[in-house]
């Protein structure tokens, strides 16, 4: 079975950091580009960052340019995001999601990320 895996989520105050990992069982991500979303309570779903197959091509949202990193470890089968700076609208459920076309075809489970003093 083909699944993407979530971690790294939990509570933080402003100013801080996370890494979040993003796991993929029963498929390897090397030929899949990966992207992570976000959704806060009654909002709806954005996207936040995104790398290529190669790792070389990365893209940000606004909100998170300069502070959120996106990496890729083929060897692990594994992707990051590293969150540094966080501040309270960053609160959201994270998702991680990968896709060999157009679409995003796997979906992660989600983890939660709350930032609050």
């Known amino acids: 079975q083909r699944q993407l895996v979530e971690s790294g989520g939990g509570w933080v105050q402003p100013g801080e950091s996370l890494r979040l990992s993003c796991t993929a069982s029963?498929?390897?991500?090397?030929?899949?580009?990966i992207g992570w979303f976000r959704q806060a309570p009654g909002k709806e779903r954005e996207g936040v960052s995104c790398?290529?197959?190669?790792?070389?091509?990365?893209g940000y949202a606004d909100s998170v340019q300069g502070r959120f990193t996106i990496s890729r470890d083929n060897a692990k089968n594994t992707i990051y995001l590293q969150m540094n700076s966080l501040k309270p609208e960053d609160t959201a459920d994270y998702y991680c999601?990968?896709?060999?076309?157009?679409?995003?075809?796997?979906w992660g489970q989600g983890t939660q990320v709350t930032v609050s003093s």
């Open positions: 999601a990968a896709k060999r076309s157009a679409d995003y075809g796997y």
């Open positions: 029963g498929f390897t991500l090397t030929y899949y580009a």
């Open positions: 790398v290529g197959v190669s790792g070389d091509t990365t």
